[in-house]
């Protein structure tokens, strides 16, 4: 990522202040997410880990009203309903309902939470520092303290990368380079330019192609519940998020204007 803002001269040293944002988002955004996610993973299916992870937009719209003071409207509040019935739907897709809640979805779900909140930090820090820049920061930070926690977690990891299958490596660097450096720089610039009301909608395609992915390469089973989550998940983005309320003014302000 570096190499790549290198060449867009976006390279500098952060202030002090900056860097205090920084490491604050490393250890959410990067360490906490992808620590929390990795873990409940491994004891949870993709169909429902992919659906929690679509309430990021509406976590994210509940954090700026607990700490960035924004107002929570009715639109807002329906919102944040259908989502929690929509995450209420996916966990009960499994055989058991909720007393068979499985601990992976709550770490899919804390994994979330924590880039939620350190999406506040991002907006802080972003006010002066390219969004870019600020991700590859966050990123080498937070993958540092990743690296270790690997090291306490899994002892024999590095050992078994060495007799990793070329498909494994393969895999390994395309989720690196691709889906982790290109793909939050892509989002972070993309936010600038669209806006954060049309990036949240866009964001509820990470939630369809979970579902569809899970069924096409991993065989999973996707119930009805599943699929009436997914839709109550949507909603609740798009009118949580402010995403609605944002069109229909800017709509509202465009016809003012002709």
């Known amino acids: 990522m570096f190499i790549i803002l290198f060449f867009l001269?976006?390279?500098r040293l952060p202030s002090r202040q900056e860097w205090k944002y920084i490491?604050?988002?490393?250890?959410l955004n990067v360490t906490g997410h992808h620590l929390f996610l990795g873990i409940g993973l491994k004891v949870t299916s993709a169909v429902n880990g992919g659906l929690i992870l679509g309430m990021g937009p509406l976590l994210t719209a509940l954090m700026a009203i607990l700490f960035l003071g924004k107002r929570l409207t009715f639109v807002r509040t329906i919102?944040?309903?259908?989502?929690?019935?929509g995450v209420s739907l996916t966990v009960m897709a499994g055989s058991a309902g909720f007393s068979g809640?499985?601990?992976?979805?709550f770490y899919v779900f804390l994994s979330i939470l924590s880039q939620a909140i350190s999406f506040i930090i991002i907006s802080k820090a972003a006010k002066t520092l390219d969004p870019r820049l600020l991700t590859g920061y966050m990123l080498i930070f937070g993958s540092i303290l990743m690296f270790f926690i690997g090291l306490w977690k899994e002892p024999s990891g590095l050992t078994s990368l060495g007799s990793a299958s070329?498909?494994?490596?393969?895999?390994?660097?395309a989720s690196a380079i691709f889906a982790t450096a290109v793909g939050?720089?892509?989002?972070?610039?993309?936010?600038?330019?669209a806006g954060p009301a049309e990036a949240s909608i866009f964001l509820n395609l990470n939630t369809f192609l979970s579902i569809m992915f899970a069924a096409i390469f991993l065989g999973e089973h996707i119930t009805s519940s599943h699929l009436l989550g997914l839709?109550?998940?949507v909603s609740g983005v798009i009118f949580g998020s402010g995403a609605l309320e944002?069109?229909?003014?800017?709509n509202k302000m465009k016809r003012n204007a002709v």
């Open 231 to 233: 839709i109550f998940i």
């Open 23 to 27: 490491l604050g988002g490393a250890i």
């Open 184 to 193: 939050h720089m892509l989002y972070n610039y993309a936010i600038g330019k």
């Open 9 to 11: 001269k976006k390279v």
């Open 166 to 173: 070329i498909g494994v490596w393969s895999v390994f660097f």
């Open 246 to 250: 944002e069109l229909i003014l800017r």
């Open 101 to 105: 809640m499985s601990i992976g979805d």
């Open 79 to 85: 919102g944040f309903i259908f989502g929690g019935i």
